[in-house]
């Protein structure tokens, strides 16, 4: 039986700390048989503080560490420091160097600054939740951090994103140990789906800027009555009255971008909206969305958020009988 330990931090989000047991305990080989042994410690065998204002007692100390196949760390809130260059707490590090070499140690979430801070993530690749990217990255820059996607499989070290992604990511074990047939029935018995298209580009939440003085706004809140229509930079900088150069330069120092790539954006926005709150064919969502072809939104969607709109719209309206094409 494969050995699971699951380190409990202080601050530990309950969520993602449960997560493996119902995952790896829904997990069974012929005839109903366990194919986990799950075992939750902490660095010290004492209780823990969850930050969900009760306490966690343990069945067991620093030692399950040792006796481990896979390591778990989930998220805790209490290890703000990791991010400003503090090391790790002793009894932590201490904790973490009884693992056996050739352990496979998984994160969830922001427990991948823990493996960071310990410097078992140099040189390699790891995600973690995009909140938390931007701190994670100046932090840790000897990491090969990419927040787009839902989990890193990296041989003996995974790590993955915020909370639904380590679900993703535990169920990528199961599957990479017993095969597609166990993983999706333990994903059917956990009510989830056996796989996720995308990453977690798509959930992302990209607003754009909302200066209070700016010599673009009225012409932005001109184009987005326009969407639908074809829209030029010289439209744009006429409706500002100003030169190409000039609008350019304005509208990258008010809003960050191109005004070709807010524009871009804005139209990737309105098509996200039309894919989950409608049953409109793929071209027209297009068409309505600036656009012009199915094509082309496929082309934008699959660069800004690695999916396809047919892909996008199941995840959001998983029951939706909608046409792609007419």
């Given at each position: 039986m494969?050995?699971?330990?699951?380190?409990a931090?202080?601050?530990?989000?309950?969520?993602e700390?449960?997560?493996?047991s119902?995952?790896?305990?829904?997990a069974?080989?012929p005839?109903?048989?366990?194919?986990?042994?799950v075992t939750?410690c902490?660095?010290d065998?004492?209780?823990?503080q969850?930050d969900?204002g009760?306490?966690i007692?343990v069945?067991?100390?620093p030692?399950?560490?040792?006796a481990?196949?896979t390591?778990?760390?989930?998220?805790?809130?209490c290890?703000?420091?990791l991010v400003?260059g503090?090391?790790?707490?002793p009894?932590?590090?201490?904790a973490?160097?009884?693992?056996?070499?050739?352990?496979?140690?998984?994160s969830?979430?922001t427990g991948s600054?823990v493996l960071?801070?310990?410097g078992?993530?140099d040189g390699?690749?790891a995600?973690?939740?995009?909140?938390?990217?931007p701190?994670?990255?100046?932090?840790?820059?000897r990491v090969?951090?990419?927040e787009?996607v839902?989990f890193v499989?990296?041989?003996?070290?995974?790590?993955?994103?915020?909370?639904?992604a380590?679900?993703?990511?535990?169920?990528h074990?199961?599957?990479?140990?017993h095969?597609s047939a166990v993983?999706?029935l333990?994903?059917?018995?956990c009510v989830?789906?056996?796989?996720r298209?995308?990453?977690?580009?798509?959930?992302?939440?990209?607003?754009?800027?909302?200066?209070?003085?700016?010599t673009?706004?009225a012409t932005r809140?001109?184009?987005l009555e326009?969407l639908?229509e074809?829209?030029?930079?010289?439209?744009?900088?006429?409706?500002?009255?100003m030169s190409l150069?000039t609008f350019?330069r304005?509208?990258?120092d008010?809003?960050?971008?191109?005004?070709v790539q807010?524009?871009?954006?804005q139209r990737l926005?309105l098509?996200?909206?039309?894919?989950?709150s409608?049953?409109?064919p793929?071209?027209l969502v297009?068409?309505?969305?600036g656009?012009?072809s199915?094509?082309s939104?496929r082309?934008?969607?699959?660069?800004?958020?690695?999916?396809?709109?047919?892909?996008?719209?199941?995840t959001?309206?998983p029951?939706?009988?909608?046409?792609?094409?007419?």
């Amino acid at each position: 039986m494969h050995r699971v330990a699951v380190l409990a931090l202080e601050g530990v989000a309950p969520f993602e700390l449960g997560m493996p047991s119902r995952v790896f305990g829904n997990a069974r080989g012929p005839g109903g048989s366990f194919l986990y042994e799950v075992t939750v410690c902490t660095p010290d065998g004492r209780p823990v503080q969850s930050d969900a204002g009760f306490s966690i007692g343990v069945s067991a100390g620093p030692e399950a560490l040792e006796a481990a196949d896979t390591v778990i760390i989930p998220p805790t809130h209490c290890l703000p420091g990791l991010v400003r260059g503090e090391p790790l707490p002793p009894a932590l590090a201490e904790a973490l160097a009884r693992i056996r070499p050739g352990t496979r140690i998984v994160s969830i979430c922001t427990g991948s600054e823990v493996l960071a801070a310990a410097g078992l993530l140099d040189g390699r690749p790891a995600t973690t939740h995009w909140v938390h990217a931007p701190e994670f990255r100046r932090a840790f820059p000897r990491v090969e951090l990419d927040e787009d996607v839902l989990f890193v499989d990296d041989g003996d070290i995974l790590t993955s994103a915020g909370v639904a992604a380590g679900i993703d990511l535990l169920l990528h074990l199961v599957r990479a140990d017993h095969g597609s047939a166990v993983a999706n029935l333990t994903a059917r018995l956990c009510v989830v789906p056996p796989w996720r298209d995308g990453g977690q580009a798509q959930y992302i939440v990209r607003p754009v800027p909302d200066p209070t003085i700016a010599t673009t706004t009225a012409t932005r809140a001109w184009a987005l009555e326009r969407l639908t229509e074809p829209i030029t930079l010289a439209e744009l900088a006429a409706h500002a009255r100003m030169s190409l150069r000039t609008f350019t330069r304005r509208f990258r120092d008010e809003v960050g971008m191109t005004p070709v790539q807010w524009l871009t954006g804005q139209r990737l926005e309105l098509a996200r909206h039309l894919l989950e709150s409608s049953d409109l064919p793929v071209d027209l969502v297009a068409h309505r969305s600036g656009f012009g072809s199915a094509n082309s939104l496929r082309q934008h969607m699959r660069s800004a958020l690695g999916i396809s709109p047919i892909a996008y719209r199941r995840t959001f309206q998983p029951n939706s009988s909608a046409v792609a094409h007419h």
